[in-house]
T-cell receptor, first 110, second 114 residues
């Protein structure tokens, strides 16, 4: 049972490049979310999804897109990376009682 | 809007000493409160949570927290620190009992000295 799997673990992008951060869960939870974590700060919610086909914005959605075509997958897209998006990104799958976090993707935009 | 304030970005204790990590929250609705632990290069792991009922909540690894509505606090304690407790700790508040759409504090780094 893998839980929540994020790929890649590390990525370096040039300003203006695009990429997709992958998140997959094998727990069949309807609710999934993306957070970013910056030094000295807690996690901030980017986007979340309450089920396949349904997504909504969190606290810091600008510069990011999401989609949810299946229960298992919740990819996060950066269309044109900016240095301000340098961060550690965490995906979570949420049951009725608990949130389960992946191990994170460390993204650097140069 | 919800918010969380963790008092003290760094806390250092000796092995065997009491651990006290402070968390105050602001919420317009009855809150659901959570404490998470994060070890280096790892994701967050739930320590304990308060949803309803008993205000003293026991979690994993010997940690507990008490919900005090009058003080809007949810401080985390452990009677005797262990070296393995060294990590970063986050307090979070949510409108939902499953921690969906949580607002996190800035975190407290706990150092345990031998």
């Amino acid at each position: 049972n893998a839980g929540v799997t994020q790929t890649p673990k590390f990525q370096v992008l040039k300003t203006g490049q695009s990429m997709t951060l992958q998140c997959a869960q094998d727990m069949n939870h309807e609710y999934m979310s993306w957070y970013r974590q910056d030094p000295g700060m807690g996690l901030r919610l980017i986007h979340y999804s309450v089920g396949a086909g349904i997504t909504d914005q969190g606290e810091v959605p600008n510069g990011y897109n999401v989609s949810r075509s299946t229960t298992e997958d919740f990819p996060l897209r950066l269309l044109s990376a900016a240095p301000s998006q340098t961060s550690v990104y965490f995906c979570a799958a949420v049951s009725s009682t608990e949130a389960f976090f992946g191990q994170g993707t460390r993204l650097t935009v140069v | 809007a919800q918010s969380v304030t963790q008092l003290g970005s760094h806390v250092s204790v000796s092995e065997g000493a009491l651990v006290l990590l402070r968390c105050n929250y602001s919420s317009s609705v009855p809150p659901y409160l959570f404490w998470y632990v994060q070890y280096p290069n790892q994701g967050l792991q739930l320590l304990l949570k308060y949803t309803t009922g008993a205000t003293l909540v026991k979690g994993i690894n010997g940690f507990e927290a008490e919900f005090k509505k009058s003080e809007t606090s949810f401080h985390l304690t452990k009677p005797s620190a262990h070296m393995s407790d060294a990590a970063e700790y986050f307090c979070a508040v949510s409108d939902f009992p499953n921690a969906g759409k949580s607002t996190f504090g800035d975190g407290t780094t706990l150092t345990v000295k031998p």
